[in-house]
């Protein structure tokens, strides 16, 4: 590729970022708020500033860092510790999966940063644009970066002035991310098969929620929705 070109190249993908950053900034500061409650949680169950912002900054995932606390002690049991942050994060080994053909042409190291920053929030914009034949890697990483550190500074200001606001659930932000991602869905795709696949996830999500352990209904939903969708192939015109 001519150096011109790949000049070009880099600039209209860090355009495309930029571009995907801003986007995500709205929902942002509601993950700011959820990143205070955890500041303050975490500095409540005894966790360092450090341990605390490090913890955010490398698992970036706010229901295993919940779960995490509940098991945290003088005493880390850290086999179930493991456990239980692998099966609340599960779903991500199916987002991986779905995003695989447009990042399987990157080098291993920017594939895999990227996923460093993937969550459902940007994995959903980002797979409704590559769907739509729209360049999604913006979105994914841009965005990835905007709720990664909206994420990290709530931490920090929920460490020192969390006490501020204790309980965000009270206020109805527990339910900003599920909103956001019935959005994504209601504007994606719509055929039979879409609404049987969506329909299995959440009825074998509600099962799973009602009858067997905390936070499995998320991993249950996940792969009930994920298998059916790979046996049940969408036919190509």
Request: aromatic share 12%.
């Amino acid at each position: 590729m001519p150096v011109h070109d790949e000049k070009q190249l880099q600039a209209l993908n860090v355009a495309l970022t930029w571009s995907g950053f801003r986007q995500f900034l709205p929902i942002s500061a509601f993950v700011v708020l959820f990143g205070l409650a955890f500041g303050l949680a975490a500095t409540q169950t005894g966790l360092s500033t450090e341990t605390s912002l490090v913890m955010s900054a490398l698992v970036f995932a706010g229901a295993s860092q919940f779960a995490a606390l509940d098991l945290w002690g003088t005493h880390i049991p850290l086999v179930p510790l493991a456990l239980t942050v692998f099966a609340i994060n599960a779903r991500h080994l199916l987002m991986g999966a779905t995003l695989y053909p447009w990042l399987s042409t990157l080098p291993p190291a920017k594939r895999y940063g990227v996923m460093l920053v993937a969550s459902d929030a940007n994995w959903a914009m980002s797979m409704q644009a590559f769907g739509a034949g729209k360049p999604g890697l913006g979105l994914l990483l841009g965005g990835g970066l905007a709720l990664w550190l909206a994420w990290l500074l709530g931490t920090w200001l929920g460490i020192y002035f969390g006490s501020a606001i204790d309980d965000p659930v009270s206020f109805g932000l527990d339910m900003v991310m599920g909103c956001f991602l019935l959005a994504m869905v209601v504007g994606g795709q719509k055929n039979l098969r879409i609404l049987i696949i969506w329909a299995v996830a959440a009825g074998a999500s509600l099962l799973a929620y009602w009858y067997l352990p905390s936070n499995s209904h998320v991993v249950v939903g996940a792969f009930a929705g994920g298998a059916l969708g790979a046996l049940w192939m969408e036919k190509k015109a």
